[in-house]
């Protein structure tokens, strides 16, 4: 059967007062010529009542669009109200669409194409920086360079895709190394469990952070070593996949514990940056530590000398989030100038 149109939810989870139910197609009007008992005003909120044969299933406002022949279905938002309508839609021929970022194109209100896409990504943008540089890529691109060298830079400029797209950063070490003291510092609040014990951390976990505008996913480890605990092996072994996949690695080297064991992890990770923590209580010369402030210099997948911080005091942070922000060619974010954040925009600068 040819679909009647495709159905979704435009309204996030949650408690609140409004949920939107979105039709749209060929089939939307005559769905709610039967079902709505208030008669369709273009571009006007109407109210009434929605109803599956005799059973009312609310009492929604209605904003019909002639031009898209989609509406907006106002409902209040209790689960079993908004589940009923999407229901009914279904059962008449409508394609539910998950409206998950980035939106579907049916689920934005956009003048042309380019609009629809900064609004189909919008949702995905989790820092003010990040919103700020995609609401201004439309003077951005009206701006846009003409020698095939500036439009190269941009079709290799990726910024705002980790701008929307957050990266993944694993933070690795040996145990009690400080790694879940660094996660905290840059979660920026307590997160993780911290103490003194070895193997506090049994499991990995994840949460978002800001790091100067860049969204970031922080992955704290458990520490990596051979246990006779079978929870914390078990832990570790479940670590290792995210630690693989991770975008980028921050290798936390414990200057108060032996050497033989973190050497091992060095050479084992060879494209982690490398941090000495402990600052504020160890001397990190053994590792070769890069003073403060001189880390102009992107970082290498050959280890080079390696940053020292304190997760407690603060020190050196900086310096790891400006490490961290040009790896992903965030340094200086792009708020004004073009980007490419779509295939479509990739295949028109292309071509062009």
């Known amino acids: 059967m040819q679909p009647s149109g495709k159905v979704m939810i435009l309204t996030a989870t949650g408690v609140s007062a409004i949920a939107v139910v979105r039709i ?50 106002c409902t209040h938002c209790g689960r ?6 999407v229901e009914l839609a279904r059962r008449e021929g409508f394609e539910f669409v998950d ?23 919008l949702p995905l943008a ?40 957050p990266p993944r950063i694993a933070i690795i070490g040996i145990p009690n190394a400080g790694k879940s003291t660094l996660a905290n510092a840059l979660f920026g609040r307590d997160r993780n469990i911290v103490a003194d014990t070895p193997g506090t951390t ?7 952070a800001n790091l100067s505008g860049l969204p970031v996913t922080l992955v704290d480890t458990p520490g990596l070593r051979c246990s006779t605990d079978a929870i914390e092996m ?10 693989a996949s991770a975008d980028l690695q921050i290798l936390l080297l414990d200057p108060t514990q032996g050497s033989a064991a973190q050497e091992d992890l060095i050479i084992g990770h060879p494209g982690a940056v490398l941090v000495v923590g402990k600052a504020d209580v160890a001397a990190s010369s053994s590792f070769g530590v890069q003073p403060s402030g001189c880390s102009s210099q992107a970082p290498s997948t050959k280890h080079q000398a390696p940053l020292a911080i304190s ?40 071509q062009t």
Do not use: M
Not at 103 to 121: C, K, M, R, T, W
Not at 202 to 208: A, K, M
Not at 234 to 243: D, G, M, V
């Open 24 to 73: 749209c197609g060929t089939g939307a009007s005559a769905f709610l010529q039967r079902h709505f008992t208030a008669a369709l005003r273009p571009g006007r909120p109407i109210y009434g009542h929605l109803t599956d044969g005799e059973k009312e299933l609310d009492d929604p406002v209605v904003l019909w669009d002639e031009l898209t022949q989609s509406a907006d279905i």
């Open 80 to 85: 079993w109200v908004v589940h009923s309508v």
């Open 99 to 121: 409206a998950k970022p980035p939106l579907p194109v049916e689920s934005v209100d956009a003048a042309d194409v380019f609009e629809g896409e900064i609004l189909q990504y």
């Open 126 to 165: 989790r820092t003010k920086e990040a919103i700020r540089t995609l609401l201004n890529q439309r003077d951005a691109w009206s701006h846009l360079p003409t020698t095939s060298e500036a439009q190269a830079t941009i079709l290799a400029d990726r910024s705002l895709h980790w701008l929307l797209c």
């Open 202 to 208: 049994r499991d990995y976990v994840e949460d978002f």
């Open 234 to 243: 078990e832990a570790i072994e479940l670590s290792r996949e995210p630690i």
């Open 311 to 350: 997760a407690k005091t603060g020190t050196g942070l900086p310096d790891l989030d400006l490490v961290i922000r040009r790896h992903f060619g965030c340094e200086v974010l792009p708020h004004n100038r073009p980007c490419i954040w779509t295939d479509r925009q990739r295949q028109l600068l292309t």
